[in-house]
């Protein structure tokens, strides 16, 4: 409006200026013209009004701090947050809304990555599904689809995430267990029978060996007759957080970087739709960080990977639209949203001020999120789906682009059919009966929710900070930094849950005598001899010569410091397997070996 004039004042970007001078000058000034003395006229109008509200405030809180208070909580967030009693626009007077806050879809995308948000497209609802053989994952598959699910969400068990084939002495025991086995493409051709991979979107939990499933799924879909250019999804491949937190590696830091950047590379040009990163802060979070932890370390990360595409030589505005974000979405609702909110907002700036990025579509932050495997209980597991409501809540206003509702029953074992559906009509009332999807970021101007995305962002650049000083993020692995500060605040967490100064309903408080009468999914041996028996039968029938062949130019690509792509699709087109792949590469990188950190 031509008669609407904002003036701000300078200060740190994320610390409201509480001066006097610098409220006044954050302040939005309606005026009738650009006379200066009219605006010298709003000027003390305003000051007069915020010297009341302070005034009135001060009042308020003297009588409030001689009220007892509750002596149940200290009044912090889950992260130790300190949370105070009331909110007022004292607590955003150095926010500048348009450069701050924003409209949806524009830079800084505070309010969202898109225009139009949920309003154009709801969110795509994903179930992190798999167990025992491909067989019988697909077939949960196409439960799920035919139930309403739109994307699938791929999790594999512990000797896939690790690279080791199903039939390896390492793998005994755990096959099929907490994932899906997957060794060979012909696996993967299985899981993906029936399933249009040019019209499903499909995201993979895997990071140590992801080119390597990625290849797999790639093949898969060249078999289907889908074109690489066609195939949507998102490849995890974020190997910094797994030094960090969740412990699935296979070679050292540099080498690992080298692989992700070859697929950054190699699918700019040849499948452009597919997400080639999915930066995580999920495990961050599940090993017990804070809520700032998660933030800012999966945000360094994600800078770090952009530096390794620099380095290479590739351009930003060409593989920086592809990274895509993964979140943790934690009990404490309004840390969540505010989380989700800062995030965009640093990563936008980062991107465009300090990466040279020119395209939004490089500024834009988009992310999955999933509920926190880490709050469901054991005990009085009913609960849960209590628990995976409000966080789903919180990841919908916290402008996610997709969504992983947990099943209640996870924390015991993977979840049954029943479990799954109850998640993912948690997901579908959310859509289509809260009204929550409406309208976009409907938190935006609030107090508190401002004042802390406010606050998370300080202290990430803080975080950034400290974390350079170690000399950046592979530095900061190497000396254990990482691993040392998330065991801090997970045992903080602990601590509190024990001395019942944090109470977890039906773990330390409102407890019940009883197991859970809960049916649950086991999954028993027979995963492990029926893969057994597929490999042994693969490796008689597929052509060892090309096998052969293919893992030799595999090895030498490595060697020469090549692009892995291409020589390791035509070792996945030959049959080779995921642990002979890993063995080729592991013969020229090493293995990676983990710093002790107490």
Not at 48 to 59: D, I, Y
Not at 115 to 127: D, E, G, H, P, V
Not at 388 to 407: C, D, E, I, M, R
Request: hydrophobic residues 40%.
């Amino acid at each position: 409006h031509p008669s609407r004039i904002v003036v701000h004042g300078i200060c740190q970007r994320g610390a409201p200026d509480t001066t006097e001078e610098g409220i006044l000058m954050s302040s939005v000034i309606d005026t009738e013209g650009p006379g200066s003395a009219d605006l010298e006229q709003e000027v003390e109008r305003r000051r007069r009004e915020l010297a009341e509200l302070e005034a009135k405030l001060a009042a308020w809180n003297e009588t409030t701090g001689a009220t007892p208070q509750r002596d149940d909580t200290d009044f912090t967030t889950v992260s130790g947050q300190p949370v105070r009693a009331l909110y007022t626009p004292l607590d955003t007077q150095g926010d500048d809304y348009i450069a701050d806050v924003g409209l949806p879809g524009e830079y800084p995308f505070t309010r969202g990555p898109y225009a139009t948000m949920y309003r154009t497209r709801l969110w795509t609802k994903r179930l992190f599904s798999g167990f025992a053989t491909a067989e019988e994952t697909n077939e949960r598959y196409k439960f799920l689809l035919a139930r309403g699910t739109t994307g699938l969400s791929v999790a594999f068990d512990f000797p896939t995430l690790m690279g080791y084939d199903s039939d390896d002495p390492l793998s005994e025991g755990e096959v099929g267990k907490c994932g899906v086995a997957i060794a060979s493409l012909a696996d993967m051709e299985t899981l993906f029978d029936g399933i249009p991979l040019d019209r499903v979107s499909v995201s993979m939990t895997i990071n140590g060996p992801a080119i390597m499933l990625y290849c797999f799924l790639l093949a898969a879909a060249e078999k289907q007759g889908v074109p690489f250019e066609k195939v949507t999804g998102t490849i995890q491949n974020d190997i910094l957080k797994e030094y960090q937190a969740q412990h699935a590696w296979i070679y050292p830091p540099k080498p690992a970087l080298k692989i992700i950047t070859d697929v950054f590379e190699w699918s700019s040009a040849h499948a452009p739709k597919f997400n080639t990163i999915s930066i995580s802060g999920y495990h961050i979070r599940e090993a017990g960080s804070t809520a700032v932890e998660e933030l800012a370390f999966t945000l360094k990360n994600g800078f770090t990977y952009v530096e390794e595409g620099l380095a290479r030589g590739l351009d930003v505005d060409e593989f920086a639209p592809r990274l895509s974000f993964f979140w943790d979405v934690h009990n404490d609702f309004f840390e969540e949203i505010a989380k989700f909110r800062a995030g965009r907002r640093i990563w936008a700036r980062h991107m465009r001020e300090i990466y040279g990025a020119n395209r939004p579509e490089s500024w834009r932050l988009r992310t999955h999120a999933q509920t926190a495997g880490v709050t469901l209980t054991a005990q009085q597991p009913h609960n849960n789906i209590v628990r995976v409501a409000y966080q789903g809540l919180a990841a919908v206003l916290g402008g996610t682009q997709s969504l992983h509702t947990n099943a209640m029953d996870e924390t015991l074992a993977l979840p049954t059919e029943h479990a799954v559906r109850i998640a993912l009509r948690t997901q579908q009332i959310l859509a289509f009966e809260t009204g929550v999807p409406n309208t976009i970021d409907p938190l935006a101007g609030s107090y508190f929710v401002e004042s802390m995305t406010d606050e998370l962002e300080r202290q990430a650049e803080d975080i950034f900070a400290e974390i350079d000083e170690l000399g950046g993020v592979v530095a900061g692995i190497e000396s254990g930094y990482f691993q040392a500060r998330i065991a801090r605040s997970a045992r903080r967490f602990q601590d509190e849950v024990e001395a019942n100064s944090r109470l977890i309903v039906g773990l330390n408080s409102f407890q019940e005598e009883g197991e859970a009468d809960i049916e649950i999914l086991k999954i028993d041996e027979s995963a492990g001899e029926s893969q057994s028996r597929r490999l042994a039968a693969l490796r008689q029938t597929r052509d060892a010569d090309a096998v052969e062949r293919t893992l030799a130019a595999l090895t030498e690509a490595a060697r020469a410091d090549e692009n892995l792509m291409p020589p390791m699709l035509d070792a996945v087109r030959s049959y080779a397997t995921l642990g002979e792949i890993r063995g080729a590469l592991e013969s020229v990188y090493g293995r990676f070996q983990e710093p002790v950190a107490f």
